[in-house]
C-alpha cells in the first residue's frame, strides 16, 4: 500500500535518513521504531510532503507522492497525527473535526452548494460520530485548547479520521501516557484495523509496538537495522545493540 | 445634525476598511497593504464615475473587482514569506501604490475643466454625491447598507466551515495542511476577498472626499486597518465594529477637547485595552457570555 524505495534526507551533512526502503501492506499495524533521533518522525514528514526528499521515491496506492504537497498526500488518503499534539485551541472540538472533512466524493462547488442545501446534515453527523468514538461527547462545544492532555491526543486522531484516511500515521501516539491509556489506545488502534485502515505506528512505548503491531521496522542513525514480527525484533542482536549500546565487546 | 452623519460616514467607510484586514488576519498574515487597495479602489471608482461618467454603484463594484484582482497577485508572492517580513513586504506594496498614484497623471477635459488624477496635486472634484444631490443623510445611509452587507458576509462565512478553515490556517499552518487544507488556496483567497472589500471601501472613501490624494494612503491608514480587528477582537467581525467606534468615534472625536494631548492619551488607551483584553474586546469568553446571557443554541448542536 505505501512504498518508499530508498528514500533519504540530508540535513547538511546530516543523514536524518538513509536509503530507507520498505512496505505497509494493506490491513497491518506497522511499527516504526528506534531510539531518539534516528529518523523516525523525519520519515513521517517525508511521507506527509511537509519536508521534500533528498533522493528516493514514495509511492502510494501505486501512485507517485514523492513531492506531493501535504493536502495532496491527504487527498491520496494519508493522514497523520504529531509527536507533540497540535490541535487548534481556539477551534470548539467540533470546529477540529469539521475543517478536516475536506475529503469527500463530488466536485468542490457542487459539494459547497449541496451541503448548503441539505444545511451540512451528513457532516454533522460524521461529526457526531467522531466525537463518540474520541470519547468526547458532550464536549462539542469545549475550545480543544481547554481539553485534558489525553482527551487532546484523542481529539487529534479523530481529526485524522475525520479527513477520510485509507492510511493513518501516527507518530508517538502513547507519548505520556499511563498503563491504563495505552490499553485503550491499543484497543481503539486494534477498531480502527477492522474498519480497514491501515496504521504505520512510530512509538517509543514497547507494551503498545510489541502487543498491536503485526511487523515492526527499526531505525538507527536514519538507516534500517531490521525489520520482521515483534517477536524477531525482540531477539534481534543490532536491535538491541541499538537501544542498550554494543555489549560484552571485552 | 451634518456632524454626526459625518462622523457616521467615517465610522462606516473604517469599519469596512478594518473588515477588509479581519479576513486576512484570520489567516495568520499580519498585513499592511490594506491602505494600497483601499486607494486602488479609491481612484479606480473616481476615475469611473468622473471619467466614464458611470452610475456609483457598477464603479464601486469594478473598483472592488480590480483591487481583489491585485491583492490576488500580491497574495501569491506573500505566501512564501511570514510574520515581520511579511508585515515589510506588505507594507512595501502599499508605499508603491501610493507612489504609483503619486506619479500618475491621467486628466481630461470636462466641460471648461480639466479633470481626473494629477500626480502629486491628487485627484479633485469627485463630485458624484453633490452633482447628484444626495443628501448627508443618504450618503450616510448608503456607506452603512455597504457595512451591513459586508459585516453580514463576513458574518456568514465566519459561521460556515470556510470560517473555521481560515482559522486554522492562522493558528497552525502545518496541522492546517495536515488535514488537508491547501494553504495556498486558503490564503490567496483571503488577500483577494480582503482587497475587494478594501477596494470597496476605498470607492466610497473618495466620493465621500471629494479629493483624494496619494498621502491619505500611506501607512497610517495601513495601521488602522489591522488596529482595528486586532483590538477588537478576531473571534467575530462585530468586534471591529466596536474597535473603529472606539478608536474613530470616542478617542479621535470624544478626546477632541484634549488638543495635542490627546494623540498621548490615545495611544496609552490602546496599549491599555491590549493589556485588559489581550483576545481583543470581543474574545471567546465574552462571546460565551454573551450567548449563555441571551440562551443562544450552542454550536455542535444547531450550527
Given at each position: 500500500m505505501l512504498e518508499l524505495q530508498a528514500l533519504s534526507k540530508h540535513f547538511g551533512g546530516v543523514h536524518a535518513v538513509d536509503d530507507l526502503s520498505l512496505t505497509v501492506n494493506r490491513g497491518e499495524i506497522f511499527g516504526l521504531i528506534g531510539p531518539n533521533g534516528s529518523g523516525k518522525s523525519t520519515t513521517v514528514n517525508l511521507i506527509c510532503g511537509v519536508l521534500p526528499v533528498t533522493a528516493g521515491t514514495i509511492s502510494f496506492e501505486g501512485h507517485d507522492i514523492t513531492s506531493a504537497q501535504p493536502h495532496r498526500a491527504v487527498a491520496a488518503g494519508l493522514a497523520r497525527t504529531f509527536q507533540n499534539i497540535r490541535l487548534f485551541s481556539h477551534l470548539t472540538v467540533w470546529q477540529n473535526l469539521w475543517v478536516a472533512q475536506g475529503r469527500t466524493d463530488g466536485h468542490e462547488s457542487s459539494r459547497f452548494v449541496k451541503r448548503w442545501l441539505a444545511g451540512d446534515s451528513?457532516?454533522?453527523?460524521?461529526?457526531?460520530?467522531?466525537?463518540?468514538?474520541?470519547?468526547?461527547?458532550?464536549?462539542?462545544?469545549?475550545?480543544?485548547?481547554n481539553l485534558a492532555f489525553g482527551e487532546q491526543r484523542r481529539l487529534e486522531l479523530a481529526r485524522a479520521l475525520a479527513t477520510g484516511p485509507k492510511l493513518l500515521l501516527l507518530d508517538e501516539p502513547a507519548a505520556g501516557m499511563n498503563l491504563e491509556e495505552v490499553r485503550e489506545l491499543d484497543e481503539r488502534l486494534r477498531q480502527l484495523v477492522e474498519r480497514g485502515i491501515t496504521i504505520l505506528l512510530v512509538e517509543h512505548v514497547m507494551e503498545l509496538v510489541m502487543g498491536v503491531t503485526d511487523r515492526i521496522a527499526v531505525l538507527n542513525f536514519g538507516r534500517k537495522i531490521a525489520e520482521g514480527t515483534p517477536a524477531e525484533i525482540q531477539n534481534d542482536e543490532a536491535v538491541q545493540e541499538a537501544y542498550l549500546g554494543s555489549s560484552n565487546k571485552a | 445634525m451634518d456632524f454626526y452623519y459625518g462622523l457616521l460616514q467615517i465610522i462606516g467607510m473604517h469599519t469596512i476598511l478594518g473588515l477588509s484586514a479581519y479576513i486576512v488576519?484570520?489567516?495568520?498574515?499580519?498585513?499592511?497593504?490594506?491602505?494600497?487597495?483601499?486607494?486602488?479602489g479609491a481612484y479606480i471608482a473616481g476615475m469611473l464615475t468622473v471619467l466614464a461618467g458611470w452610475h456609483l454603484v457598477p464603479s464601486m463594484l469594478v473598483a472592488a473587482v480590480v483591487s481583489g484582482t491585485v491583492a490576488c497577485l500580491v497574495g501569491f508572492p506573500a505566501l512564501r514569506i511570514k510574520g515581520l517580513m511579511l508585515v515589510v513586504a506588505t507594507m512595501a506594496f502599499g508605499e508603491a501604490v501610493r507612489l504609483f498614484w503619486f506619479n500618475f497623471d491621467y486628466q481630461r477635459s470636462k466641460g471648461e475643466a480639466l479633470v481626473g488624477p494629477l500626480g502629486g496635486?491628487?485627484?479633485?472634484?469627485?463630485?458624484?454625491?453633490?452633482?447628484?444631490?444626495?443628501?448627508?443623510?443618504?450618503?450616510?445611509?448608503?456607506?452603512?447598507?455597504?457595512?451591513?452587507?459586508?459585516?453580514a458576509a463576513l458574518w456568514w462565512i465566519d459561521r460556515s466551515r470556510a470560517g473555521a478553515v481560515l482559522r486554522a490556517v492562522g493558528e497552525d499552518e502545518l496541522a492546517a495542511q495536515s488535514v488537508g487544507i491547501n494553504l495556498t488556496a486558503v490564503k490567496v483567497t483571503a488577500f483577494a476577498v480582503g482587497g475587494f472589500i478594501a477596494g470597496i471601501g476605498g470607492a466610497i472613501y473618495a466620493h465621500y472626499t471629494t479629493h483624494i490624494e496619494h498621502s491619505n494612503f500611506g501607512v497610517i491608514l495601513a495601521t488602522f486597518a489591522i488596529a482595528y480587528p486586532i483590538l477588537g477582537g478576531l473571534t467575530n467581525v462585530v468586534g471591529t465594529l466596536l474597535a473603529v467606534i472606539f478608536i474613530q468615534g470616542f478617542l479621535v472625536e470624544g478626546l477632541r477637547f484634549l488638543g495635542d494631548w490627546r494623540n498621548l492619551l490615545f495611544g496609552a488607551l490602546i496599549v491599555l485595552a491590549?493589556?485588559?483584553?489581550?483576545r481583543g474586546l470581543i474574545?471567546?469568553?465574552?462571546?460565551?457570555?454573551?450567548?449563555?446571557?441571551?440562551?443562544?443554541?450552542?454550536?455542535?448542536?444547531?450550527?
Open positions: 451528513t457532516a454533522r453527523r460524521s461529526v457526531s460520530d467522531l466525537i463518540a468514538f474520541a470519547g468526547l461527547s458532550d464536549r462539542g462545544d469545549e475550545y480543544a485548547g | 488576519l484570520l489567516t495568520g498574515q499580519v498585513t499592511l497593504a490594506q491602505a494600497g487597495f483601499f486607494a486602488i496635486e491628487g485627484f479633485k472634484q469627485i463630485r458624484y454625491f453633490p452633482e447628484n444631490g444626495w443628501t448627508t443623510g443618504e450618503v450616510a445611509t448608503f456607506v452603512w447598507i455597504w457595512v451591513a452587507l459586508i459585516m491590549m493589556n485588559v483584553r489581550p474574545d471567546e469568553r465574552a462571546m460565551l457570555f454573551l450567548r449563555r446571557m441571551f440562551g443562544l443554541a450552542k454550536r455542535g448542536t444547531n450550527a
